[in-house]
């Protein structure tokens, strides 16, 4: 008994079978369970060999899995701040040039704004209103009137597309087409997160968001019916502008930010204190009418907003 005791703990290290070689015969059963066995000792040895590797791949993988958050952090950083210096470009915008606007108010004088104009970031826009003001367009913003007064910002009513105020433009070769207004502002509308109509801000009035969608229709052409498409009302024609009071969200669908005031924001607040015709859109009467297609609606909804006393621009002009 002792001598099998003495024999299984000076029994060597296991190896892995071998195949036997030609001329020996294989091993028997009871001689293969005796090399299978192991001591106490060696059990506990291999036993602490497996849990000091466990350990150690559990111990380094809180460090790998660190390191791969602080690459996954650094990567959003980079683009966040890409982005905030894209935002600053945006809100921090530099002016170019200057221009000024007279303004009365049932004609008696109530200061001058002067605006400061983004030549860099809306040069097509930037353009238009300096012809405008300056009246190198053959047409100006002179003598012309503010029509509506909204809670967060006022607006002029521009030059007409018709009349003389056309003949003018045509005469010096001016186009009113408001077809680079718009790329522009898709440019800056896609570049530029947030509200870009901010207090104090200047943008002309490119589009109608609140257009209608084209009516299909059948003309007759050539002997043949194609189907054409009848636009319903008129897009604006890029010479209305608005100036900002209180941060316009809700003009970024429709204006393109060309400039800031300067000087005179207490100018424009007065002109936002102007009586203005009531809205009544709320009123049942109206719904009614809106729905249907009343006329008399049309045209109660187009003096919304307007001011009762005459807000004018007596002169305006660049400044060096």
């Given at each position: 008994m002792l001598q099998n005791q003495k024999l299984l703990?000076?029994?060597?290290?296991?190896?892995?079978?071998?195949?036997?070689?030609?001329?020996?015969?294989?091993?028997?059963?009871?001689?293969?369970?005796?090399?299978?066995?192991?001591?106490?000792?060696?059990?506990?040895?291999?036993?602490?060999s497996s849990l000091l590797l466990l350990w150690g791949t559990q111990a380094l993988e809180p460090i790998f899995n660190l390191s791969k958050a602080r690459a996954e952090e650094n990567l959003p950083k980079t683009?966040?701040?890409?982005?905030e210096e894209e935002n600053l470009n945006c809100t921090n915008k530099i002016a170019t040039k200057r221009a000024f606007l007279d303004i009365s108010i049932d004609g008696k004088p109530v200061g001058r704004i002067v605006i400061g104009l983004y030549g860099d970031n809306a040069s097509a826009g930037v353009a238009r209103f300096s012809s405008l003001v300056s009246g190198t367009a053959g047409i100006s913003y002179r003598?012309?009137?503010?029509?509506?007064?909204?809670?967060?910002?006022?607006?002029?009513?521009?030059?007409?597309?018709?009349?003389?105020?056309?003949?003018?433009?045509?005469?010096?070769?001016?186009?009113?087409?408001?077809e680079n207004l718009k790329q522009e502002w898709e440019r800056n509308y896609e570049q530029c997160t947030g509200t870009k109509n901010l207090a104090g801000t200047v943008s002309i009035i490119v589009r109608d968001p609140s257009k209608p969608p084209p009516k299909l229709k059948l003309v007759a052409r050539k002997g043949k019916l194609e189907i054409d498409?009848?636009?319903?009302?008129?897009?604006?024609?890029g010479t209305e502008f608005v100036i900002a009071t209180k941060d316009s969200p809700?003009?970024?669908?429709s204006a393109l930010v060309v400039g800031r005031v300067l000087e005179g924001m207490e100018v424009v607040e007065k002109v936002g204190l102007v009586k203005t015709v009531q809205d009544n859109t709320s009123s049942p009467y109206f719904r009614v009418a809106?729905?249907?297609?009343?006329?008399?609606?049309?045209?109660?909804?187009?003096?919304?907003?307007?001011?009762y006393s005459k807000v004018v621009i007596t002169n305006c002009g660049l400044m060096e």
């Amino acid at each position: 008994m002792l001598q099998n005791q003495k024999l299984l703990q000076s029994s060597p290290p296991i190896l892995p079978p071998t195949a036997p070689l030609q001329g020996q015969s294989s091993p028997s059963l009871p001689a293969l369970k005796q090399s299978c066995k192991l001591s106490r000792r060696e059990l506990s040895i291999s036993s602490n060999s497996s849990l000091l590797l466990l350990w150690g791949t559990q111990a380094l993988e809180p460090i790998f899995n660190l390191s791969k958050a602080r690459a996954e952090e650094n990567l959003p950083k980079t683009n966040k701040n890409e982005q905030e210096e894209e935002n600053l470009n945006c809100t921090n915008k530099i002016a170019t040039k200057r221009a000024f606007l007279d303004i009365s108010i049932d004609g008696k004088p109530v200061g001058r704004i002067v605006i400061g104009l983004y030549g860099d970031n809306a040069s097509a826009g930037v353009a238009r209103f300096s012809s405008l003001v300056s009246g190198t367009a053959g047409i100006s913003y002179r003598r012309k009137e503010f029509i509506k007064i909204m809670p967060n910002y006022v607006q002029h009513g521009g030059v007409r597309s018709y009349g003389v105020d056309a003949e003018l433009a045509n005469s010096t070769g001016s186009n009113l087409a408001v077809e680079n207004l718009k790329q522009e502002w898709e440019r800056n509308y896609e570049q530029c997160t947030g509200t870009k109509n901010l207090a104090g801000t200047v943008s002309i009035i490119v589009r109608d968001p609140s257009k209608p969608p084209p009516k299909l229709k059948l003309v007759a052409r050539k002997g043949k019916l194609e189907i054409d498409q009848e636009e319903v009302g008129k897009e604006p024609n890029g010479t209305e502008f608005v100036i900002a009071t209180k941060d316009s969200p809700e003009l970024d669908a429709s204006a393109l930010v060309v400039g800031r005031v300067l000087e005179g924001m207490e100018v424009v607040e007065k002109v936002g204190l102007v009586k203005t015709v009531q809205d009544n859109t709320s009123s049942p009467y109206f719904r009614v009418a809106k729905i249907i297609g009343d006329k008399r609606a049309v045209v109660a909804e187009r003096g919304f907003n307007r001011p009762y006393s005459k807000v004018v621009i007596t002169n305006c002009g660049l400044m060096e």
